[in-house]
């Protein structure tokens, strides 16, 4: 029943979108038999990247891969051995051991207890606090709460310090004698993987980083917009990138994440050789149906032609990185562009193939 639902619901966007772009429903009707018939698209994935948009040309739609036909080669790439970058914890201490530039991750609570991993100027690492409350005493004005086997952002909490209390970034405030209790909620987040259950996270207290100016004006948001670049490297073969995506923070939110566009928050497609925008799904307000947008529906900003900044660096970071983590072979790098240069927040051992691919595997 709640497939028929789907199809039906499908079928009604399908035709809304037609008459909105003055299109011809009969045409975008076909193209949606054929996505789904032919391409093994589901309806989620057509109606989140706006694939019946007429838009886009037949040439263009090609460049696209379903789940579906993607996952077969991602768990052959992959299989078993994405751990690596699984644990956020254990990927932090792979980065920094491979020279990669993360960001700095003050702290880790988990069943061992509360230990300092890269702690603020002055103090001392050898004295780990025994309470989560004497530890945050001792953190920056702002920093990121997040779980090490989460996903898809959740469990992720930005706070800021206001006097004696705490904000968190959706307004909940707290004490800050008992926001620990708050901050531990994190751990009830769900996992990216069956494999791990909640009762594994470990909690980390990392450095909450500052945009590029240029992102910054686009989204009118002091949000960390990252950029996933997918890579291939194959033993005895050279890393190259299969596809890349800038997601574009929208609707107020303060993390990146599209979940299928149901956040609010856009995806934009940058050029592979020069970082240029050329094509930005996203819902033109909350609770829309997504579309191809040519500007931000927040700023006003013009996002076809923008620029990401540092954009040879981040997909160099990339390379460099999918190189050092080899035998894992297909990796979503979630990157950072800040006013220093690019930083890799996450690896993704699984992912949606959710934008345009540059190269066939």
């Known amino acids: 029943m709640s497939s028929l639902r789907e199809s039906y619901s499908l079928l009604r966007d399908a035709t809304a979108i037609a008459l909105s772009r003055r299109a011809n429903p009969a045409r975008t009707l076909l193209r949606l038999g054929r996505l789904c018939t032919y391409g093994h698209f589901s309806p989620t994935e057509v109606r989140s990247l706006a694939l019946l ?19 077969p080669r991602l768990v052959d790439w992959n299989g078993d051995r994405s751990r690596s970058v699984d644990d956020k914890l254990a990927f932090h201490h792979a980065c920094r051991a491979a020279n990669l530039p ?8 988990d069943a061992m207890g509360i230990r300092w991993i890269e702690p603020p100027a002055g103090v001392d690492p050898n004295e780990p606090p025994e309470r989560l409350e004497t530890l945050i005493d001792a953190l920056p004005g702002e920093f990121v709460v997040k779980p090490s086997y989460g996903l898809k952002g959740y469990g992720v909490r930005v706070f800021r310090r206001e006097g004696r209390e705490l904000v968190d970034s959706v307004g909940g405030r707290w004490p800050a004698t008992s ?3 708050e901050m531990r909620k994190s751990l009830t987040a769900p996992t990216m993987h069956a494999r791990y259950q909640p009762n594994d996270h470990a909690l980390l207290l990392q450095a909450r980083l500052t945009p590029h100016p240029s992102l910054v004006t686009l989204a009118a948001s002091r949000a960390i917009q990252t950029v996933r670049i997918c890579t291939l490297a194959v033993s005895g073969q050279p890393a190259r990138v299969l596809f890349a995506f800038l997601k574009v923070v929208a609707a107020g ?14 995806l934009a497609y940058p050029d592979y050789e020069n970082g240029r925008l050329y094509r930005v799904v996203g819902p033109p307000r909350p609770g829309a149906l997504p579309s191809v947008l040519e500007y931000h529906p927040d700023s006003g900003v013009t996002m076809i032609g923008f620029e990401v900044p540092a954009w040879k660096a981040a997909v160099a970071l990339a390379l460099r990185a999918a190189e050092r983590f080899q035998p894992l072979s297909a990796i979503g790098w979630d990157i950072a562009i800040t006013p ?11 992912w949606d193939p959710v934008a345009p691919w540059f190269t066939r595997p």
């Open 53 to 71: 948009d007429p838009w886009l040309s037949a040439a263009d739609l090609r460049a696209y891969r379903s789940k579906e036909h993607t996952w």
């Open 253 to 266: 939110n303060v993390l990146d994440n599209f979940r299928a566009g149901q956040s609010g928050n856009l």
């Open 340 to 350: 220093e240069g690019p930083l890799l927040l996450e690896g993704n051992g699984s």
């Open 179 to 181: 926001a620990a209790s």
């Open 102 to 109: 993360v960001a700095q991750l003050f702290a880790v609570a």
